[in-house]
Structure formats: C-alpha cells, structure tokens
C-alpha cells in the first residue's frame, strides 16, 4: 500500500515538472496573428481569394528565416495600432508610418520602405519631364486633396494642374495624353507603371522625399530584436531587391 501510494506521488510530481517544459514548447509554437490592411495596394490587397502584396510576401520571407508560425488577420487601418496595444495582435504590417507620436504607445522594426511623392509621364516624355522644374507649363495630373497638390503649388505654380477624386482616372488621362505626366505617392506609381502602364509610362524621378514604413508590435515585444535581424539579412542576400522589383520596378533615385 505504501508502495503503491509513493508510485502515485512520484507520477504525479513527474507530471507536475512535465507541465512548465510543454508550457513552454507551446509558447515556442505559438501562431503570431499578423494584422494588415484590407486595401492598401500594392502593400496588401485581395486577389483571387487571397491576400497578396509587397507587405504580405515581405512578412512571409522574415516568418520563414525567424522559423516563426503566423496568420494574417486583414483589418481596417484604424483597427492596427489599438490592436497592438491591447495585445490582440502581435505583429503589423501595413504601410504604417513611423512617428513618434506612434512610438509612445506602440514599437517598430528598422524601417523597410521609403515613400514619398514621385513623378509619372509617358515613354515618350520620358528624357524631358524628370523633376519638380520640368512640370512647369506642363498638364499635371494629381489626386485631390492630397498633399501632392500642396507640393505642387508651393513648388511649381506654372504647372497646369488638373485635378481627380481618383488616381486611377489621373493614370487614365496620362496613357490616353490628356496630361503630361502625374505626381503622386510613389509605391503607386511605381505599381501602375509596373503593372497596367508597362510598357506606355515610366516613373521618372522623385519629387519629394518621403516618410519610413515600420512593421509594427506591441510595446516591448521580444519579436523586435529577431525581426530586425530577418529583415537586414534578406536585404543583405538580394531576396528584399528582389520583392521590391516584382511590386515596384525599378527603385526611384
């Protein structure tokens, strides 16, 4: 009997230990819910019943190098940071602007991804409109209250701006002529020209420096550190060029 009874105290201190080393195993295999955008083309975007974009393979490449399992939670842009700080995500991709204003509540990778404001004409114009001083005279498409229309009439008040509640009917006017060249956010431009324009219209030269995307994460995440490591050596090895030509073309100097 009292054999019997110390087998069973001892089974059960060995399952006792056994609880913190599967405790662990399972924070180790834990699935990361990575938030992005619903629409933010080319960043994320739904194609074909899936989720696709620049921000989409990036994370997926740094996932394989840091061994890590997530899925992607796609939300409104307004939902992200609020998600991070309750905890309810773990990572966030998303075009999402570093700020400090942003800093105080949230952390964020090295940054990834320059935007900024860049110049769009035709093949043809391509040698003759490359920056802000060649608009000048010239159609110029751009998008309405944007700040690419601040830009443009505190830096070339002799452009001839016409301006679209749409980008996609400002790219329209540009393949059909109508315009010379459209100014606007250079991930865009640089999609379209790699996408629908190919081959008819050419990114020529950025406008305006713009502001660093972040991937972002709860305060004090220990993701932080990993990410950044994933992310300087796919820039290292060719494998973030090669993302960046298949989203964008070229890189805008």
């Given at each position: 009997m009292i054999k019997s009874k110390l087998k069973a105290a001892?089974?059960?201190f060995a399952v006792t230990l056994a609880v913190p080393a599967a405790t662990v195993a399972h924070a180790q295999d834990k699935e990361l819910v990575v938030a992005t955008d619903t629409a933010f083309v080319p960043f994320e975007f739904k194609q074909d019943g899936k989720y696709v974009g620049f921000d989409v393979e990036l994370w997926d490449a740094l996932a394989k190098d840091m061994g890590v399992k997530y899925r992607l939670q796609p939300m409104d842009f307004n939902g992200i940071i609020p998600g991070l700080q309750t905890k309810n995500i773990d990572v966030a991709l998303a075009g999402i602007t570093i700020k400090d204003e942003r800093k105080k509540v949230i952390d964020f990778s090295d940054p990834y991804y320059e935007s900024g404001i860049?110049?769009?004409?035709s093949v043809k114009n391509k040698d003759s409109i490359k920056t802000a001083k060649d608009l000048a005279g010239k159609d110029v498409a751009a998008k309405t209250g944007?700040?690419?229309?601040d830009f443009l009439k505190k830096e070339v008040?002799?452009?001839?701006?016409?301006l679209f509640p749409n980008i996609d009917n400002a790219?329209?006017?540009?393949a059909t002529g109508r315009?010379?060249?459209v100014v606007h956010d250079t991930p865009n431009v640089q999609y379209y020209a790699n996408t629908g324009g190919k081959g008819k219209v050419v990114v020529t030269g950025s406008v305006q420096s713009g502001d660093f995307y972040g991937i972002a994460f709860p305060k004090g995440s220990d993701l932080i550190e990993k990410v950044n490591a994933s992310l300087k050596k796919l820039k290292e090895n060719g494998e973030y060029d090669k993302l960046y030509t298949k989203w964008f073309g070229q890189a805008v100097k």
């Open positions: 001892l089974l059960g860049a110049i769009l004409t944007t700040a690419t229309v008040p002799d452009a001839k701006v016409k790219f329209l006017d540009l315009v010379d060249a």
